[in-house]
């Protein structure tokens, strides 16, 4: 029982570790997104919530190591309950408020649309567009063709040799490189939020076999302080009921 405690206890401080890491990482990104939202949209709003529920994160992490290394059951509860909140509060962001990945695909596909569609009035938000994200075109270079256009100089990418220095039109049209950008950065979300569930997940499954572990123990000591060993006679408890008697019996032999 002991060898299990110490390996439940152990894989608890480790797992509080990684969740209290993930829980500074996950203010770290809605501190940097927070900076780059509008305020009054709900993708700043997303990474306010974010925020608070990294904070969240490494307070709830302090409380569970106080609970470990006390060895506290009422505290491991506590714990385990604040948990399972968590777990409810992720499930609420993910499923029930709107996803600011697609809010903010929409935008850079918006985006995208004004600069091209303004290639006549205001040509410098495309070639802006095109030097940023270092592509060329809607489609492709061939999009300039098609409009009797040249393609202007943001759509050269400049590689050095050794011995001459040539220019390259960039490969991809600036619509799949919004593409591209946007799925890694949803799968990245993805892969972060659902690293952050399977850890709370580890970590409920080892403070509530903790739990269980402790109230055995607990059990056990009490069980062992009843128990009498062999060869050593009970003494009863002696109580004001008792002790009340036998003094009026001592009276009465006077």
Known sequence: MNRCYNTIKLSGLLGNLLYMLLGIGVMCGAGLGLQAAEPNTPEHTYFVKSLVLGGTIC??????????????????????????????????????????????????????????????????????????????????????RQLHLLVPASCYQATSNDTYQQKHVYPRGCLETLSNSQRYIQHRDKLFMWSIVGLEIFILLQTTALSVVLFKLRQRQRLARRQVPPGVRREPRSNHVTGSRAQLLNDADV
């Open 59 to 144: 307070m709830i992490v302090m409380f569970g190591c106080y609970g470990l290394i006390c060895n506290l059951l009422c505290v491991n509860l506590i714990f385990t309950l604040f948990i399972l909140i968590c777990l409810g509060a992720e499930y609420l962001q993910l499923h029930h408020y709107n996803n600011p990945s697609h809010i903010a695909t929409d935008s850079a596909w918006h985006q995208l649309e004004l600069a091209w569609h303004g290639l006549d009035s205001r040509p410098e938000l495309m070639h802006q567009y095109e030097a940023t994200q270092h592509c060329c075109g809607y489609n492709n270079s061939d999009d300039y």
